[in-house]
C-alpha cells in the first residue's frame, strides 16, 4: 500500500479528500498545516506528497522548498484555488510533479498519482541499474544520485538524475525539446517546458566544472550534451 503525506488546512474538503484516498487503496497520513506536514515527514516516510498552496503557519511552496532540502527524491503534487499561471510555473520550478486547480474530480487526481508514482518507480529502477557513470572528469553514482569531480559533490533529486542519464546516453546528439520532455516529463506542454529549463540551467552549473562537457542550445530545435 502506498503511502500519501496530505497538507490540507480545509476540514471538510481534506476530510472527504482522504476518504476518497484511502477508498482508492492508498494510506494516508493527513496534516493540517505545512509545519505538522514537515514535522510528519521527517519522523516517517513517505511514497508521494499532496500539498495545498494556500495553508497556515507554512504555505505549500515554502514547504516543498523544505522537503526537497530534507529528502529531494520524494515526489510531491500541489493542490491550489488559485488559477494564476505564475504560481504554477513556481510550484513546477520547484520541482513539483503536478499542480491541480481546485475544483477537481477525485478520479483525475488519483489517475495522476497512479502515472507519478509508476514512473517514479522506473526511472527509480533504471537508475538503480546503471550504478556509477563516468562522465569525462565527473562520475555520476546513480544509487545514491551524486555527481563529483575531483573534491565538488552534488546532491540531485530523482528527477535530475533521470535527466542527465537521458542526456548522457544519448550524448553528442541534437535532441529535440519534445523527445526529452516526453522521455523525462512524461509531457511536452508549456508547463513541463519551462520546469525543464530551469532544469537545464541547474546542470549547466554542476557541469562547470569540466570544459570539456556542455549543454548547447539550439534555438527553436533542442539540446545537445556535448562531451568531448
Request: hydrophobic share 40%; with cysteine.
Amino acid at each position: 500500500m502506498k503511502r500519501i503525506l496530505l497538507a490540507e488546512d480545509d476540514l471538510d474538503f481534506g476530510n472527504i479528500l482522504k476518504q476518497y484516498l484511502e477508498i482508492s487503496g492508498y494510506s494516508i497520513t493527513w496534516a493540517k498545516d505545512g509545519k505538522e506536514a514537515l514535522e510528519l515527514l521527517k519522523k516517517d516516510t513517505y511514497n508521494i506528497c499532496v500539498f495545498d498552496v494556500m495553508m497556515p503557519k507554512m504555505d505549500g511552496f515554502t514547504l516543498a522548498e523544505k522537503v526537497i532540502d530534507y529528502n529531494p527524491e520524494i515526489p510531491f503534487i500541489f493542490l491550489t484555488a488559485r488559477k494564476l499561471k505564475e504560481d504554477k510555473i513556481k510550484g513546477l520550478k520547484l520541482g513539483a510533479d503536478d499542480y491541480i486547480v481546485k475544483p477537481f474530480e477525485a478520479d483525475e487526481l488519483v489517475l495522476r498519482l497512479q502515472n507519478i508514482l509508476k514512473r517514479t518507480e522506473k526511472a527509480s529502477t533504471q537508475l538503480q541499474q546503471s550504478e556509477t557513470i563516468k562522465i569525462s572528469n565527473y562520475s555520476l553514482d546513480t544509487k545514491r544520485l551524486e555527481l563529483t569531480c575531483n573534491d565538488y559533490k552534488k546532491q540531485l533529486t530523482q528527477k535530475e538524475g533521470e535527466l542527465i542519464l537521458f542526456l548522457y546516453n544519448h550524448k553528442n546528439q541534437l535532441l529535440k525539446r519534445e523527445d526529452i520532455l516526453k522521455a523525462v516529463w512524461k509531457n511536452d506542454d508549456f508547463f513541463s517546458g519551462r520546469s525543464m529549463d530551469v532544469f537545464i540551467s541547474r546542470l549547466r552549473k554542476y557541469f562547470k566544472q569540466d570544459p570539456s562537457i556542455s549543454i548547447e542550445s539550439i534555438r527553436n530545435v533542442g539540446l545537445e550534451f556535448k562531451v568531448s
